[in-house]
């Protein structure tokens, strides 16, 4: 079972940075996308960031610019640094891998807490 564990959430001023980092048990080359989702308190999950296996990523309007992702294969670990952050980057934050060996699966971290406040 693959497991997918995010770290590097906290409480950050605005303006301010965090980089996120999910550790993979499995390379992270054998997924065909990574990528993180955010979801605030009464609001949807929406998608952050994404990654394929190609380097193709894509990014949330309201993250470009600011939000990088990443990966180090080396390290089987997908990355999120994110700038100048806002208060509305406030979320819980989950990391996610997908896997197309025939059907599709995509596999969930537990989520990382980010609050933006003064």
């Known amino acids: 079972q693959v497991q997918l564990v995010e770290s590097g959430g906290g409480l950050v001023q605005p303006g301010g940075s965090l980089r996120l980092s999910c550790a993979a048990s499995?390379?992270?080359?054998?997924?065909?996308?990574l990528g993180w989702y955010r979801q605030a308190p009464e609001k949807e999950r929406e998608l952050v960031a994404a990654?394929?296996?190609?380097?193709?990523?894509n990014y949330a309007d309201s993250v470009k610019g600011r939000f990088t992702i990443s990966r180090d294969n080396a390290k089987n670990t997908l990355y999120l640094q994110m700038n100048s952050l806002k208060p509305e980057d406030t979320a819980v934050y989950y990391c996610?891998?997908?896997?197309?060996?025939?059907?599709?699966?995509?596999?969930w971290g537990q989520g990382t807490q980010v609050t933006v406040s003064s």
């Open positions: 996610y891998a997908d896997r197309r060996w025939g059907n599709f699966v995509r596999y």
């Open positions: 990654i394929t296996n190609g380097d193709s990523t």
């Open positions: 499995e390379s992270v080359f054998s997924f065909n996308a």
